[in-house]
């Protein structure tokens, strides 16, 4: 079975600041990751998403992850946050030939000024 | 595109009532999904449909729902009779196949509030 685990259920972090979400995963098999944000009273919107190719995947509103086949990490970044990053991040991952998506438990970021 | 639509966006409604849930997913897109967000259980997938018929409601909690795709642009849960603990957000997404055959992103529509008193 897969399964997808975000270590930090909260994060607050200083407006300008970088900031890290950790997100690893489970499985036997090749896997689709992916990183959604869903603001408040929305639905989840995509930042970015690895399929295949280049480790390094940049999405939207300047964020970044990079994934590690070897420590089955997919972890999100962003070097300078801003107030309106306020929103909680779910990474979700999917087999590679499959069609669920199988969520991580959230991690709210909170940006404080 | 409008992207996915759901409605109502907000429902009140009280135990043992009826509820429907409506979803018009992404034209051309032919995989459809429901999810439920509680603060307990996080995102749950409930059920998805490909070309209109159900491939997996392993995550659908009880008989007392149920989901149907009459056509390629409509969709519908339903819980009957409700009860307090359905109480949650229910998204629904929508995705298409890639030409190397992966699974595209999925779409998801601004949700539905549900609470039931």
């Known amino acids: 079975a897969q399964s997808v685990t975000q270590l930090d259920s909260q994060v607050p972090v200083f407006e300008e600041a970088p900031v890290e979400l950790r997100c690893n995963y489970s499985?036997?098999?090749?896997?689709?990751l992916f990183w959604y944000v869903q603001y408040p009273n929305q639905g989840l919107q995509l930042l970015l998403k690895?399929?295949?190719?280049?480790?390094l995947v940049k999405g939207i509103n300047g964020f970044e992850a990079e994934f590690n086949k070897s420590q089955t990490s997919f972890h999100l970044r962003k070097p300078s946050v801003h107030i309106s990053d306020t929103a909680e991040y779910f990474c979700?991952?999917?087999?590679?030939?499959?069609?669920?998506?199988?969520f991580g438990g959230g991690t709210r970021v909170l940006v404080k000024p | 595109d409008a992207g996915v639509i759901q409605s109502p966006r907000h429902e009140v409604t009280e135990m043992g009532q009826e509820v429907t849930l409506r979803c018009k997913p992404i034209?051309?897109?032919?995989?459809l999904f429901w999810y439920r967000q509680t603060m307990m259980r996080g995102l749950e997938l409930l059920i998805y449909?490909?070309?209109?018929?159900?491939?997996?409601d392993s995550g659908m909690p009880e008989d007392r729902f149920s989901a149907k795709m009459p056509n390629a642009s409509f969709s519908t849960l339903k819980i009957q009779p409700s009860e307090p603990r359905d109480s949650a957000v229910y998204f629904c997404?929508?995705?298409?196949?890639?030409?190397?055959?992966?699974?595209?992103?999925?779409?998801f529509g601004p949700g539905t509030r549900l609470l039931v008193l």
């Open positions: 997404a929508s995705s298409h196949l890639m030409p190397t055959g992966g699974r595209e992103t999925q779409y």
């Open positions: 979700a991952a999917s087999k590679a030939a499959g069609n669920k998506l199988t």
């Open positions: 449909f490909n070309n209109n018929v159900p491939i997996d």
């Open positions: 499985s036997s098999v090749s896997v689709y």
């Open positions: 690895y399929l295949s190719g280049s480790t």
């Open positions: 034209s051309g897109h032919d995989y």
